[in-house]
């Protein structure tokens, strides 16, 4: 899934209905904290709920939050693969928004004081990333009685350039992609 919480959301559902039960999102991240780097792998243990999208599932006091067993599943498989060195997986909070620009160009919005404002909020709570899909898929996985998870590839850190720290892109999705395989073959075995 790409582009937004509704077309996850539904693609979500449809599964579900066809007897799926366990859900890897793999797809894409910006780096919001300083120690994530491009290339890196995040695995969100939690969402920020920051699209309107889960508010159609939950109350916005429920946590998006994504399945132990899952995680726990990804940590082991990571550990058990050959990875290029220097390139980290990480574990922890991250954002859901619904607007790619509004966290690029936020100065171009009519609401740019509170684009401004949640984001350097999200930096002194040391959220590690940014994207689109998963706090839907957490909240509608969690309506749903589903498992879910995200793995996903940092393209780049924004915060990271703005330091004057310098490293490329990295538009190759390649890891996360094999380390969701790795963890559904693990999930299959345990099953």
Not at 54 to 75: K, L, Q
């Amino acid at each position: 899934t790409g582009i937004g919480g509704p077309s996850a959301a539904i693609a979500l559902e449809e599964l579900v209905k066809i007897g799926g039960k366990y859900f890897i999102r793999v797809g894409t991240f910006g780096g919001i904290n300083m120690k994530v780097k491009a290339g890196d792998i995040v695995c969100p243990v939690a969402m920020i709920r920051q699209e309107g999208t889960s508010r159609e599932y939950a109350p916005v006091e429920y946590p998006a939050t994504g399945d132990f067993e899952v995680m726990v599943a990804i940590f082991d498989a990571f550990a058990n693969m050959e990875i290029e060195e220097g390139r980290n997986i990480h574990f922890g909070v991250a954002q859901s928004k619904d607007s790619f620009y509004g966290q690029h160009s936020p100065d171009k919005s009519p609401v740019f004081y509170e684009l401004l404002n949640k984001w350097e909020s999200w930096k002194k709570l040391g959220v590690l990333a940014s994207e689109m899909e998963t706090a839907a898929l957490y909240t509608v996985g969690a309506a749903l009685n589903v498992s879910c998870a995200s793995i996903l590839s940092v393209l780049w850190n924004q915060e990271r350039k703005k330091a004057g720290i310098i490293e490329k892109d990295c538009m190759d999705s390649e890891l996360a992609i094999m380390l969701a395989v790795e963890t559904i073959k693990k999930l299959i075995r345990t099953k």
